[in-house]
């Protein structure tokens, strides 16, 4: 464990409150991955097992590391994880403080992009339409769709008619995507298949207390389609389809939330803070593929049947 993110609770013999006396700490993510900077830089994260024989998850993270907020982020995934109640959807809450976060440990079998199933993507289509949790909270963007096309414009990524196309079709509906019946959730915001596990006994979890966020759920849905290799994009959207109770919203306003979702990513990308040099480059493709995808969906229709077509076929 890097010694900036020692703490106290987390080494043999101490005691966290709501798991007992720690008998081992062993960490969760390799030496070969550390090396690779494939994990944050800014966080450890171990595996906890008490003198009962109780297994946890804690995550360590550096003070003030991450986006500034006067909440620590690790109390901020804590409130998230409280919204959900008894769902098994997302591991049980144990223990929180300004830098630790102690979760249930959920054993099972992470998904992976080389291996998933139709069936594997129907499951996490019917799952996040269901556990996404409803809460209240300000519907406010740290930057919306007009600032998104101004960064990209600046940066000279897009023409200036791709600009005033994109601005053009955006003032079609206010607030930009959606409307203001867009649906809100607390969603599964970082849809790496990695943070979603397949349970011993069957069903999912989604593993990545950090990686949730209070999000239209159209906007993540789009992310969550991207984040699936071409074969599986269509059980997913069709089984996200029957199962959300916003499908007719979502279909209605699709090319909305897919320029959005993909002008957000482009600008978001455009810089890099706090990153290793193997995520810098991973974000950079991230970035370029976003930017394709924008530049080809501004000149595609809106009819919702099309667009579905065109997000579980060939798009890279």
């Known amino acids: 464990m890097k010694n900036h993110n020692r703490h106290r609770l987390v080494q043999p013999g101490a005691e966290i409150p709501g798991l007992g006396r720690v008998r081992t700490v062993e960490p969760l993510v390799s030496f070969r991955e550390r090396c690779l900077g494939k994990y944050h830089r800014d966080a450890t994260v171990v595996r906890v097992t008490s003198d009962a024989g109780t297994v946890c998850k804690a995550v360590l993270v550096v003070p003030g590391a991450g986006t500034p907020s006067a909440e620590p982020r690790t109390r901020r ?7 959900f109640g008894q769902s098994s959807a997302v591991p049980a809450l144990v223990y929180v403080d300004e830098t630790l976060l102690v979760l249930e440990y959920l054993a099972g079998t992470p998904l992976s992009e080389r291996s998933i199933t139709p069936d594997q993507a129907r499951r996490v289509g019917r799952f996040t339409a269901l556990h996404q949790a409803p809460c209240t909270r300000d519907k406010a963007d740290s930057a919306g769709f007009g600032a998104f096309l101004e960064r990209l414009d600046q940066a000279g990524q897009l023409s200036p008619d791709q600009v005033l196309q994109a601005r053009e079709f955006s003032s079609r509906s206010r607030p930009f995507p959606g409307g203001p019946d867009a649906p809100w959730r607390l969603c599964f915001s970082d849809t790496a298949l990695k943070n979603y596990i397949d349970l011993p006994g069957g069903g999912l979890a989604y593993i990545d207390a950090f990686g949730i966020a209070y999000r239209r759920v159209g906007a993540v849905f789009i992310k969550q389609v991207f984040s699936l290799p071409g074969a599986a994009r269509q059980p997913f959207i069709e089984a996200y389809c029957d199962t959300a109770p916003w499908s007719a919203h979502l279909l209605e306003h699709l090319k909305e939330y897919l320029l959005y979702t993909l002008a957000e990513q ?3 990308y ?11 480059v991973r974000r950079s493709r991230t970035r370029a593929l976003a930017l394709a995808r924008f530049t080809a969906a501004l000149d595609l229709p809106e009819d919702p049947q099309a667009l579905l077509g065109w997000l579980s076929g060939d798009t890279p």
């Open 266 to 268: 482009a600008a978001k």
């Open 77 to 83: 995934a804590a409130r998230d994880l409280r919204e």
């Open 270 to 280: 455009l810089t890099h803070t706090n990153k290793t040099l193997y995520r810098r």
